[in-house]
């Protein structure tokens, strides 16, 4: 399955306001529940500690259904999302004059071009990261500590932890699988080292931080918060 049709073209075959069946935030192919949202909002908004006069940074914000949820916490919001459909749907539903402020782009091709780096806060890349190459998130992780001073802390969200791959998947009864292709299905499977030798390679102090166990992607993820010392 390539990444274009799992990112791009998979989105489509859904209704417009099937927020969550579109960007897979699902379990058996049903959205996961309310109460899983509320957890994973719950949890950005607590390790960025996000406050009402910050300017936020959603690299890989699909169609902004979940960042909606952060909306009424800082001042402003910028969503970028590869996916034409995808920013479709955000600009959309999910649009606030003044406020909300949406880009089709690659994160990393818009990480090294924004034209005010200065102006983000904070950043969430949540979901996303497994997608990336090994290298393109060392090349991201550099460029934000570098372009984005004022950036406080970056929080990397539901990423697969490399130790849980062969439960994960033993439980599937799959037998062949890949954890370092980012265009499978589940993306790179990361070790929570690998992240806190990146974090302090760039000058960040890193936190590995786990989700409650009624998560219902606990078991086989994991987050990360950068935080500028």
Same mark, same amino acid.
């Given at each position: 399955?390539?990444?274009?049709?799992?990112?791009?073209?998979y989105?489509?075959q859904?209704?417009?306001?099937?927020?969550?069946e579109?960007?897979?935030?699902?379990?058996?192919?049903?959205?996961?529940s309310?109460?899983?949202?509320?957890?994973?909002?719950?949890?950005?908004?607590?390790?960025?500690?996000?406050?009402?006069?910050?300017?936020?940074l959603?690299?890989?914000?699909?169609n902004?259904?979940?960042?909606?949820y952060l909306?009424?916490?800082?001042?402003?919001?910028?969503?970028?999302?590869?996916?034409?459909?995808?920013?479709?749907?955000?600009?959309?539903f999910?649009?606030?004059? /003044?406020k909300t402020?949406?880009?089709?782009?690659?994160?990393?091709?818009?990480t090294?071009?924004?034209?005010?780096p200065?102006?983000?806060d904070?950043?969430?890349?949540y979901?996303?990261?497994?997608y990336l190459a090994?290298?393109?998130v060392?090349?991201?992780?550099?460029?934000l500590?570098?372009?984005?001073?004022?950036?406080?802390?970056?929080?990397? /969200?539901?990423?697969?932890?490399?130790?849980?791959?062969?439960?994960?998947?033993?439980r599937?009864?799959?037998?062949?699988?890949?954890?370092?292709?980012?265009?499978?299905?589940?993306?790179?499977?990361w070790?929570?080292?690998?992240?806190?030798?990146?974090?302090?390679?760039?000058?960040?102090?890193?936190?590995?931080?786990?989700?409650?166990e009624?998560?219902?992607?606990?078991?086989?993820?994991?987050?990360?918060?950068l935080?500028?010392?």
């Amino acid at each position: 399955m390539s990444a274009d049709y799992l990112h791009k073209e998979y989105p489509k075959q859904f209704d417009r306001d099937a927020f969550w069946e579109q960007i897979k935030r699902t379990v058996n192919g049903k959205p996961v529940s309310d109460q899983d949202i509320r957890m994973i909002v719950d949890q950005i908004q607590s390790s960025l500690d996000l406050r009402s006069d910050e300017r936020l940074l959603d690299l890989g914000c699909g169609n902004a259904a979940l960042a909606s949820y952060l909306f009424g916490h800082v001042q402003q919001y910028f969503g970028v999302d590869f996916s034409d459909y995808l920013i479709g749907v955000a600009r959309e539903f999910f649009s606030h004059a /003044g406020k909300t402020h949406y880009y089709c782009d690659d994160a990393v091709a818009f990480t090294n071009a924004f034209e005010y780096p200065e102006k983000i806060d904070k950043v969430v890349i949540y979901g996303v990261i497994s997608y990336l190459a090994a290298a393109d998130v060392e090349h991201l992780v550099s460029t934000l500590s570098n372009r984005y001073t004022s950036c406080k802390r970056i929080f990397i /969200g539901n990423i697969p932890h490399r130790s849980k791959a062969a439960v994960f998947f033993r439980r599937r009864n799959v037998e062949q699988y890949r954890l370092d292709d980012p265009e499978s299905a589940i993306g790179i499977w990361w070790a929570p080292e690998e992240f806190i030798r990146i974090g302090n390679m760039f000058g960040y102090d890193v936190d590995i931080l786990t989700m409650p166990e009624s998560f219902y992607g606990a078991e086989y993820r994991f987050d990360v918060l950068l935080k500028r010392p």
